[in-house]
């Protein structure tokens, strides 16, 4: 089955959750091939990240891309993240369409962007175009919380699909080895935070948590250029070294406003590392004590409350992981939903 992928980005240039779903993809179908923004000509179209639509735009230029590409070549099946495909849609060429939704512009934007210049073309303009993407395409949600987002805002009806994780990779190693390779000296109990240090991943209550909690450290694994006390900050983690960060720690602390899936809490549940996090993307659906504590609001003390019973319970979430979230599931689900619409 000869199968493409169009992406905004490909994992090697950008370190994100649709980009590794991507590489996971290849899982399902070997061979794979990933189209992307940044492997196109020069387009010439103005750049619309200003006023917020710049992924629209980019969606527009790589579906030229690729009609021009199936004068030359046929595919048995095309693949979009997102709106990265929309304007097959709207001219649909001869061969079936998949769309993966990795989120919605709506449930972000009425999560963590009300109040600033970013939110009208999030809430208003963007939809319309995920809207597009839709039609003509068997469409995919990569969890339950997309699949509620995309039917009671956009009246699509998507297959769940949950994402997966390397269970071979992301897998548990000694506490007290990985603190040791990663130079911490701290025998007091440490979090782990993975995520961006901004507003929507909660990291002023990371801060706060940690400013306030003198025994306690937190590994903040980050691309942001931040400080603080009791932070312990690396920056720009390479993909495989993250299993003995998160083994390094005693729990997840994953105080995100929005997420669509989420995948550090999964690794870090791969790696037997429980987690204590805001009920949104996965953690909204998983309703089982062996992944640790979810925490329904933002304040600081409920976390802090959340960390203790976290500590002392001690909770084994990776077997929870095995049941749910392996890439084996993933890529025979994948093939399944491709085989039903060829």
Same mark, same amino acid.
């Given at each position: 089955?000869?199968?493409? $992928? ?70 048995? $099946? *095309? ?10 849609? !709207? ?10 939704? &990795? ?43 997309? &699949? ?8 699509? &009806? ?15 190693? +000694?506490?007290?080895?990985? +603190? ?26 990371? /801060? ?17 250029? *931040?400080?603080? /006390?009791?932070?312990? *900050?690396?920056?720009? !983690? ?8 998160? @083994?390094?720690?005693? #729990?997840?602390?994953?105080?995100? +406003? ?12 791969? @790696? ?21 504590? *979810?925490?329904?609001? #933002? ?25 749910? #979230?392996?890439?084996? +599931? ?13």
């Amino acid at each position: 089955m000869k199968v493409a $992928l169009l992406s905004f980005y490909s994992f090697d240039q950008v370190k994100g959750g649709t980009e590794l779903f991507s590489e996971h993809l290849k899982r399902a179908f070997p061979g794979l091939e990933i189209i992307t923004y940044r492997d196109m000509p020069h387009s010439g179209l103005p750049n619309l990240d200003r006023i917020n639509l710049q992924q629209p735009r980019m969606g527009f230029s790589l579906s030229r891309c690729f009609y021009r590409r199936l004068e030359r070549e046929s595919f048995d $099946l *095309v693949i979009c993240n997102s709106t990265a495909g929309w304007w097959l849609s !709207v001219r649909p060429p001869s061969v079936p369409m998949m769309n993966v939704f &990795h989120y919605t512009s709506i449930g972000l934007s009425e999560g963590t962007l009300r109040g600033t210049p970013g939110y009208l073309p999030s809430r208003f303009l963007n939809p319309v175009f995920e809207k597009a993407a839709a039609m003509r395409k068997e469409n995919i949600a990569v969890s339950a919380k997309v &699949h509620r987002e995309l039917t009671q805002n956009y009246h699509i &009806h998507p297959k769940v699909i949950e994402n997966g994780v390397d269970l071979d990779r992301f897998k548990p190693y +000694r506490r007290d080895e990985c +603190r040791e390779m990663l130079g911490i000296d701290h025998e007091g109990p440490l979090a782990i935070f993975v995520g961006r240090a901004d507003h929507t991943k909660g990291f002023e209550l990371v /801060k706060e948590i940690a400013c306030r909690r003198k025994d306690l450290k937190v590994l903040c694994v980050t691309s942001s250029d *931040v400080q603080g /006390k009791n932070l312990i *900050v690396r920056r720009n !983690v390479a993909n495989e070294l993250m299993p003995i960060h998160y @083994c390094a720690a005693d #729990f997840l602390l994953f105080p995100s +406003r929005y997420e669509s899936f989420g995948f550090a809490p999964l690794e870090a549940m791969a @790696c037997d590392v429980p987690v204590v996090a805001s009920c949104t993307g996965l953690m909204e659906d998983i309703n089982d004590p062996r992944a640790g504590e *979810v925490v329904p609001g #933002f304040e600081a003390p409920d976390y802090m409350g959340a960390i203790d019973r976290v500590l002392d319970a001690r909770p084994h979430p990776r077997p929870l992981v095995g049941e749910r #979230f392996s890439l084996e +599931r993933f890529a025979r689900q994948y093939r399944e939903a491709a085989e039903k619409i060829l």
